[in-house]
């Protein structure tokens, strides 16, 4: 005699959700503060949701990730010197639109913070803090004479496109920000 | 008729996603069953809450709109479920 188990949508639901929770995956190319931002803002709130969520931070996006005052310590001096010229830290991204040489980014800071609104930095500790992991890729790390003890502590994953894809392809939202 | 309640949570003057990201982490420290109460002046709130509680798998019990003058404080309501 055969049993039937009687299947309970909503415990199913929460087992299916137990096991495989929904993944997001971002990846981070832009430096600009009002895109890292939107970045930050979605993978908090997916994380909240109970989502996992990974950033991948590539080009411009690095500068989110980097030690602020660090310079770097590449090997030949062309790659030294982009990763001077090229400022980075989570404080220091510029608006993509009205930055006027850091004046306008000024004014946006300053009414964020007069409105107790998280900025990059905030919003970065919260990620961490809520389980987002974070991979930073190894090619244009290289590129951009950027070194990994330049970057801030936590990064979980150094890494490339395959791992990227890898991530991706189980993901239900993937973003390119 | 106000929704019973058990804990409450204050996020007035905070924008998205602080209220979510609060919730999430208040909801923690209740019993299953229990009623948290979240009151917001974040519209977004009436959408995002009932979102939150759709994918989270909590209930969502409803919302109160109290009116002070030229702001609007947003009660919701989330049972925790599990």
Redesign the interface.
């Known amino acids: 005699m055969s049993t039937t188990a009687k299947l309970d949508p909503q415990v199913a639901l929460a087992e299916l959700q137990e096991r495989k929770p929904d993944r997001v995956t971002i990846v981070v190319l832009s430096g600009n503060m009002d895109r890292v931002m939107s970045a930050f803002i979605i993978a908090t709130g997916a994380a909240s949701m109970g989502m996992q969520v990974t950033m991948f931070f590539t080009f411009w996006g690095l500068n989110a990730i980097r030690k602020p005052g660090v310079s770097s310590k590449a090997a030949d001096w062309l790659r030294r010197a982009f990763g001077f010229l090229n400022r980075g830290g989570a404080d220091t991204l510029p608006l993509s639109r009205f930055h006027f040489w850091g004046l306008g980014t000024r004014i946006m800071k300053l009414v964020m913070r007069r409105n107790r609104m998280p900025g990059v930095p905030e919003l970065m500790d919260m990620a961490k803090d809520l389980g987002v992991r974070f991979i930073a890729c190894t090619t244009t790390l290289g590129l951009m004479g950027i070194t990994k003890d330049t970057l801030i502590d936590g990064i979980d994953q150094f890494a490339g496109v395959s791992t990227y894809l890898a991530e991706a392809k189980d993901a239900q939202v993937n973003l390119f920000i | 008729m106000a929704i019973q309640w058990d804990v409450h949570l204050d996020t007035l003057?905070?924008?998205?996603?602080?209220p979510?990201?609060k919730?999430?982490k208040k909801i923690k420290e209740l019993a299953v069953g229990q009623v948290l109460q979240v009151v917001s002046d974040d519209e977004g709130i009436k959408k995002d809450m009932p979102a939150?509680c759709e994918?989270?798998?909590h209930e969502y019990l409803g919302l109160e709109e109290e009116v002070n003058g030229n702001t609007t404080h947003y009660k919701t309501y989330v049972r925790k479920t599990?």
């Not at chain 2, 003057?13 to 602080?18: K, R």
């Open positions: 003057g905070l924008f998205c996603p602080m979510i990201i919730t999430s939150w994918t989270t798998g599990k």
